[in-house]
Structures are given as structure tokens and as C-alpha cells.
């Protein structure tokens, strides 16, 4: 019944950045963990970021100091933050929210596109 729609997607070139966000199609009364995943091409999905309810975050490594989620709990929305971009950013990333019961929701996916 949920969707999850994804913006801020785009192209920019190295050192750019870029703000994604991403909210339920209707309003989720409890959510736990939320988080931004990517794909490249040719490559498996991998973490991004995650945020819990109590605000805590974890980073891939490639992209600490750089990128920054955050979450509106009122408004169910999820956000991330990329600065200092760069071609290897480039991939599709999909948001995620997690829920009680072991129920996961996926966004669409946002393609985001880093230039050299």
C-alpha cells in the first residue's frame, strides 16, 4: 500500500552536491531504521547511510565526512546530504524505511550522475 517517493536526483559535476530526499505516499505511524543505498552499474547495492529512530548513523566508508542523512520524523521523511561528490558517487540510490514486523519499503530509486 506504501510507496516511497525519491527527489533531488541529477546530474552535477565533481564537487558538487546534492540533497535527496525521500517520504512515504502515506504517513507511516512507526518507523525504525532509515537509509540510503546505491547501485552502480555492474556493481551490488551497498549501504550508504542508515539512521535510526534515536538519530544514530553509520557511514560507508567511502562516503564519511562527505555525505549526511538526517530524518523529519513528523514529516516520515529521510534525507541525504552529498558534498564534495564525486564520479564514483555515480549510481542509482534508493531509500529505505524500516518497520515493525520485519517489513521493508523501497524507493524507486534517484539516478545521481557525477562528471569529471
Known amino acids: 500500500q506504501v510507496q516511497l517517493v525519491e527527489s533531488g536526483g541529477g546530474l552535477v559535476q565533481a564537487g558538487g552536491s546534492l540533497r535527496l530526499s525521500c517520504a512515504p505516499s502515506r504517513s507511516i505511524f512507526r518507523i525504525n531504521l532509515m537509509g540510503w543505498y546505491r547501485q552502480a552499474p555492474g556493481k551490488q547495492r551497498e549501504l550508504v547511510a542508515v539512521i535510526s529512530s534515536g538519530g544514530s548513523t553509520n557511514y560507508a566508508d567511502s562516503v564519511k565526512g562527505r555525505f549526511t542523512i538526517s530524518r523529519d520524523n513528523a514529516k516520515n521523511t529521510v534525507y541525504l546530504e552529498m558534498n564534495s561528490l564525486k564520479p564514483e558517487d555515480t549510481a542509482v540510490y534508493y531509500c529505505?524505511?524500516?518497520?515493525?514486523?520485519?517489513?521493508?519499503?523501497w524507493g524507486q530509486g534517484t539516478q545521481v550522475t557525477v562528471s569529471s
Open positions: 529505505n524505511l524500516n518497520v515493525p514486523g520485519s517489513v521493508v519499503y
